[in-house]
């Protein structure tokens, strides 16, 4: 067993829990009577994002490992699992109204998303050395001013607009640029 694959271990388990997390809410949050579309949008990119974050651990398997970059690499599950716990609580079969709910964790949910596009940034510079003025950083910075959009905003059209926008932009980096595993950054 090479290092990576004990490494993709620790990987595999937090991102099996953050997916687990969402589809076993996933019932609850799309019932009828009691969904909201913003909601189910950010759950369903929250589901992808963990989907294509661990095709894309590929990325990672050459890397020269310490625990340093252990550490850092694995704060990007543990984000993606923090803003699955954020967007479907535990007792999910409970909530009344899902419009309300997320409106009540709308801010903890964008500071997770927020951590979690910088912990990106930190990974792609840090463990991979991805220089800063490199073209994916637009992607970043996109991302980044988004989550910075839902956390100041209470508006439920920007929520709206910043829920197509991700999902329109995982789905276009996942087609066009991350179709094979691991990220193409040459």
């Known amino acids: 067993m090479t290092l990576f694959e004990y490494l993709a271990i620790a990987f595999s388990l937090v991102f099996s829990f953050a997916g687990m997390r969402m589809i076993t809410g996933l019932p609850f949050v799309v019932q009828k009577h009691n969904r909201y579309w ?7 990119f929250q589901l992808a994002a963990t989907v294509a974050a661990f095709w894309n651990f590929w990325g990672l398997r050459e890397v020269e490992w310490t625990f340093p970059s252990f550490v850092v690499a694995l704060m990007s599950p543990a984000a993606i699992y923090y803003n699955a716990c954020v967007l ?44 800063l003025l490199h073209p994916m950083r637009i992607f970043n910075v996109l991302m980044i001013l988004a989550a910075l959009s ?37």
């Open 38 to 44: 913003v909601h189910c949008a950010f759950v369903v």
């Open 88 to 131: 479907v609580p535990e007792n999910a079969s409970e909530v009344q109204s899902w419009r309300d709910y997320y409106y009540s964790v709308r801010q903890r949910y964008f500071v997770g998303v927020l951590c979690w596009f910088v912990i990106i940034v930190a990974v792609s510079l840090v463990v991979l050395f991805i220089p």
């Open 150 to 186: 839902g956390l100041l905003s209470e508006n439920p059209r920007v929520h709206g607009a910043i829920a197509v926008f991700y999902l329109a932009l995982l789905t276009f980096l996942m087609t066009a640029v991350a179709s094979r595993p691991g990220l193409p950054i040459e």
